[in-house]
């Protein structure tokens, strides 16, 4: 996982890790990316704590971590 490039986009669910590899579908272009399976937010739970702006970290990926593969256009 150390070669795997991160692209953020806020705390939402639109995280994904690349290694910049593409791939040819027809002739569109897709970079292949994957994206970390995620808890559900409790957002009763992040209301009582002050909202999101106290959202807890996310989890460190490990090698055992699920991965759910996107191809990104």
């Keep these: 996982m150390d070669t795997v490039i991160g692209m953020y986009k806020g705390a939402d669910n639109h995280t994904y890790y690349t290694r910049g ?9 897709y970079i292949i ?6 808890a559900k937010i ?5 209301r009582s704590k002050g909202g ?3 959202m807890p970290a996310p989890e460190k990926m490990t090698p ?3 991965l759910y593969l996107a191809l990104l256009n």
């Design 52 to 54: 999101m702006s106290n």
């Design 21 to 29: 590899d593409t791939t040819l579908i027809g002739d569109q272009p």
């Design 33 to 38: 990316a994957y994206q970390p399976k995620r």
């Design 42 to 46: 409790d957002y009763a739970a992040l």
């Design 64 to 66: 055992d971590t699920t």
